[in-house]
């Protein structure tokens, strides 16, 4: 049997350029014999190491990549009304404070039966450990014991949301990427300033700051620097996504499903998601909510275009990628 770091080779759009650019290059052309001799030496002792012990588990784990702020557990919910399973007046943006729905909801397309298991789709954690890693406050060994830990807890087909991608996690079990929202830069700083609003009421610091700065009540920068850089990391952690790993089997843009509402867009989405009621008249329900949704983000973040030039200009925003 392959060696799924040599099944990636075969399923990534450009395996060589992502193992570089993620500082594993040793990866590039690999063969069955060159990872077998990485995993057994000894000296030095090395990340690989973590194969050892990986269990060969007949699991799948089909995932979705949507960034912070940009609709992820809305998009649950709509699914949860095609199905039939919430009723529109339930998933009302208007009815919902800072219109967050995190917590309950969550995209679902396969209807998995251990979707609501509690905590077991919990990726917040890896997802940081990822961005420390891109800033080389972590490494591949702590990252990918985290992995090995995280594995244990499946025993069947499950399906994930990730806000940011889980870097290297198909190397060590089968997976499949079901849906990617896609946006450009400015959008993504968008959504991300947009999930600290929302956040920012129930008192974290850095959702603080970032409000306070959006609403004029502050002119530096210089506070929500490391929400910045943050956000920075998870756009270049994205578009290696986008560019070299596993093809979504559904992409759709963000303007055109949340901002558009476009009948194409919306229409996808629901075929895609099993058990969905994918009528015009149920497409011109999601449509409307979807309306209500973006408009009551756009009450939320309705001084943004005053402050948004020195976000997006007084940073120096990764283009490696992008």
Same mark, same amino acid.
């Given at each position: 049997?392959?060696?799924?770091?040599?099944?990636?080779?075969?399923?990534?759009?450009?395996?060589?350029?992502?193992?570089?650019?993620?500082?594993?290059?040793?990866?590039?052309?690999?063969?069955?014999?060159?990872?077998?001799?990485?995993?057994?030496?000894?000296?030095?002792?090395?990340?690989?190491?973590?194969?050892?012990? @990986?269990?060969?588990?007949?699991?799948?784990?089909?995932?979705?990549?949507?960034?912070?702020?940009?609709?992820?557990? $809305?998009?649950?919910?709509?699914?949860?009304?095609?199905?039939?399973?919430?009723?529109?007046?339930?998933?009302?943006?208007?009815?919902?404070?800072?219109?967050?729905?995190?917590?309950?909801?969550?995209?679902?397309?396969?209807?998995?039966?251990?979707?609501?298991?509690?905590?077991?789709?919990?990726?917040?954690?890896?997802?940081?450990?990822?961005?420390?890693?891109?800033?080389?406050?972590?490494?591949?060994?702590?990252?990918? @014991?985290?992995?090995?830990? $995280?594995?244990?807890? $499946?025993?069947?087909?499950?399906?994930?949301?990730?806000?940011?991608?889980?870097?290297?996690?198909?190397?060590?079990?089968? #997976?499949?990427?079901?849906?990617?929202?896609?946006?450009?830069?400015?959008?993504?700083?968008? #959504?991300?300033?947009?999930?600290?609003?929302?956040?920012?009421?129930?008192?974290?610091?850095?959702?603080?700051?970032?409000?306070?700065?959006?609403?004029?009540?502050?002119?530096?920068?210089?506070?929500?620097?490391?929400?910045?850089?943050?956000?920075?990391?998870?756009?270049?952690?994205?578009?290696?996504?986008?560019? $070299?790993?596993?093809?979504?089997?559904? #992409?759709?843009?963000?303007?055109?499903?949340?901002?558009?509402?476009?009948?194409?867009?919306?229409?996808?989405?629901?075929?895609?998601?099993?058990?969905?009621?994918?009528?015009?008249?149920?497409?011109?329900?999601?449509?409307?909510?979807?309306?209500?949704?973006?408009?009551?983000?756009?009450?939320?973040?309705?001084?943004?275009? @005053?402050?948004?030039?020195?976000?997006?200009?007084?940073?120096?925003?990764?283009?490696?990628?992008?």
């Amino acid at each position: 049997m392959k060696h799924r770091i040599i099944e990636c080779q075969e399923q990534f759009q450009d395996f060589d350029k992502f193992v570089c650019a993620i500082g594993l290059s040793k990866l590039m052309s690999s063969t069955e014999s060159s990872l077998r001799n990485e995993i057994n030496d000894r000296y030095p002792v090395n990340a690989f190491k973590h194969f050892k012990v @990986n269990q060969d588990k007949d699991i799948k784990l089909l995932y979705s990549i949507v960034p912070y702020g940009a609709g992820g557990s $809305f998009l649950g919910v709509l699914q949860d009304v095609a199905r039939g399973k919430l009723s529109v007046n339930e998933a009302d943006p208007e009815k919902r404070k800072t219109n967050l729905w995190d917590g309950k909801f969550g995209l679902n397309f396969k209807e998995t039966p251990t979707f609501d298991i509690k905590r077991i789709n919990e990726t917040a954690n890896l997802e940081s450990l990822v961005i420390k890693l891109m800033n080389r406050e972590a490494t591949w060994s702590g990252l990918w @014991n985290k992995y090995i830990q $995280f594995l244990s807890r $499946f025993t069947s087909t499950h399906e994930l949301q990730y806000h940011v991608n889980l870097l290297t996690l198909p190397f060590f079990v089968e #997976t499949e990427c079901l849906f990617l929202l896609d946006m450009d830069l400015e959008t993504f700083v968008w #959504t991300q300033i947009l999930s600290h609003l929302k956040h920012a009421p129930k008192g974290p610091a850095g959702s603080v700051d970032v409000a306070s700065y959006v609403a004029g009540h502050r002119k530096s920068i210089h506070p929500i620097l490391q929400q910045i850089e943050r956000c920075n990391n998870e756009w270049d952690i994205f578009c290696l996504f986008k560019n $070299f790993e596993l093809k979504p089997k559904l #992409t759709i843009n963000y303007t055109d499903l949340i901002v558009k509402q476009e009948y194409d867009a919306v229409k996808q989405y629901l075929e895609a998601t099993k058990g969905a009621d994918t009528s015009d008249e149920m497409i011109a329900t999601i449509q409307g909510l979807l309306k209500k949704y973006h408009n009551e983000n756009l009450k939320i973040m309705n001084n943004w275009d @005053n402050v948004k030039h020195n976000v997006l200009k007084s940073y120096q925003w990764s283009r490696t990628y992008g």
